[in-house]
């Protein structure tokens, strides 16, 4: 491949990869053209995109990258996958790979933390997205107010009961019990 070529492609994945933090690479090597177009279309859906890399060139715009952990996994034919949340991402891929028997799953970085192989990215499919940890804190901010609100209102509720049993027994002309 000329140099020319080269220069091309990579200023394609500079293009591509400048603001890109979390990804994942695979190999659909295995794969047949059919299944390939299938998987991209899957994730396509959720503005994943899939780049069959060559390994050297691409090796070269992930320094000083938040992908640059990805270039260990960089062997043998591999495809970045980014876009979107990586957990999704992995998620989504893990849960295709009974259909999609050639895919193989080489590794996956979120905030600098590579996650290698297909244990790895197994593991990361079972993290939280950015949307689900957010949602857990704010549910361990708020539940101490939320239990305090109800220990206040206890009470308050309480009261409320034993003036409306009292009110009810009055409409009706009952007698009310002195309390002692």
Avoid at 11 to 23: A, K, M
Avoid at 31 to 56: C, F, P, Q, W, Y
Avoid at 58 to 63: D, I, Q, W
Wanted: cysteine-free; hydrophobic content about 40%; glycine content about 12%.
């Amino acid at each position: 491949m000329s140099k020319a070529v080269k220069s091309m492609i990579a200023r394609d994945y500079t293009r591509r990869l400048e603001n890109i933090s979390d990804g994942m690479v695979i190999s659909i090597r295995g794969m047949k053209a059919i299944a390939t177009t299938r998987l991209r279309g899957k994730l396509a859906k959720d503005k994943v995109r899939i780049t069959v890399v060559r390994n050297s060139l691409v090796r070269r715009n992930l320094k000083g990258s938040g992908l640059e952990g990805l270039a260990e996994v960089l062997t043998g034919p591999s495809a970045l996958v980014y876009g979107g949340s990586v957990v999704e991402t992995a998620r989504s891929i893990v849960a295709m790979l009974p259909d999609f028997p050639g895919l193989e799953l080489k590794g996956a970085i979120l905030d600098g933390n590579l996650f290698k192989g297909d244990a790895g990215v197994k593991e990361l499919s079972k993290y939280p997205t950015k949307a689900e940890a957010i949602g857990k804190v704010v549910t361990l901010v708020v539940s101490p107010g939320r239990k305090l609100a109800a220990q206040v209102k206890g009470p308050g509720s309480n009261i409320a009961g034993i003036i409306k049993a009292i009110e009810t027994k009055l409409e009706k002309g009952e007698a009310i019990a002195k309390v002692g």
